[in-house]
């Protein structure tokens, strides 16, 4: 769960204020000052990704820094995957192709 700080320091103050001035309210008011962090934590913080402030909560999902030796390997990776599916595609063509001749002799014994 991610919070923003200004809001919670904002409903904090408010929290405060409240119980200084009007105590009896407190216990009616608490509630809604808890149910108003949420919504309001994500007006803040929806603001502040419009802006290009980005939030100050991780979500994890996050592409992390490659270096260049990483940028090689997974190169590297590639064509080694692209070759190999290029000789499963030969290969599926020789099976398919000679499949194709071998068919009726197969029909016979079923």
Known sequence: ????????????IVAVGLFLLKPAWMVAALPLL??????????????GQRNG???SCSTGTETPKTSASAVDVTDVQIKAL???????KAAQAERESG??????????YL
């Open 34 to 47: 808890i149910l108003a962090i949420c919504p309001l934590s994500m007006i803040f913080m929806m603001r």
């Open 82 to 88: 692209q070759a190999e599916l290029r000789s499963l």
């Open 1 to 12: 769960m991610c919070l923003n700080k200004k809001v919670l320091i904002g409903l904090g």
């Open 99 to 108: 499949a194709t001749d071998e068919w009726p002799q197969a029909k016979k």
């Open 53 to 55: 402030q980005g939030s």
